[in-house]
Nanobody
Framework: QVQLVESGGGLVQPGGSLRLACAGS????????MSWYRQAPGKERELVAI????????NYADSVKGRFTISRDNAKNTVYLQMNSLKPEDTAVYSC????????????WGQGTQVTVSS
């Protein structure tokens, strides 16, 4: 089992940057595929970015490609989401998710952190 705690959200102007962090507990963090999701008011939750357990593979939603970068530091049990060139439509609660890489592929969620892009 892993517990996840996000940090780094806040209010930023359009065009600005934020870096989110998600710290995980336990000694098996490197066995989890990690991802960031977001949910805006009145909208469904969407996958923003995902990174493989060793960090060698990443994928992004089309809406954030070229602006967001997901990375991880398994020595620190932490996954990051660097967000640049932020737009008002990026406003949402961002949550990290950990999925174990072996059956039964248990999934864990953090509590989320609010990102607001507004002038």
């Amino acid at each position: 089992q892993v517990q996840l705690v996000e940090s780094g959200g806040g209010l930023v102007q359009p065009g600005g940057s934020l870096r989110l962090a998600c710290a995980g507990s336990g000694s098996t963090f490197n066995m989890y595929t990690m991802s960031w999701y977001r949910q805006a008011p009145g909208k469904e939750r969407e996958l923003v970015a995902i990174i493989s357990h060793a960090g060698g593979a990443t994928n992004y939603a089309d809406s954030v490609k070229g602006r967001f970068t997901i990375s991880r530091d398994n020595a620190k049990n932490t996954v990051y989401l660097q967000m640049n060139s932020l737009k008002p439509e990026d406003t949402a609660v961002y949550s990290c998710c950990a999925q174990y890489t072996v059956p039964p592929y248990s999934t864990y969620w953090g509590q989320g952190t609010q990102v607001t892009v507004s002038s």
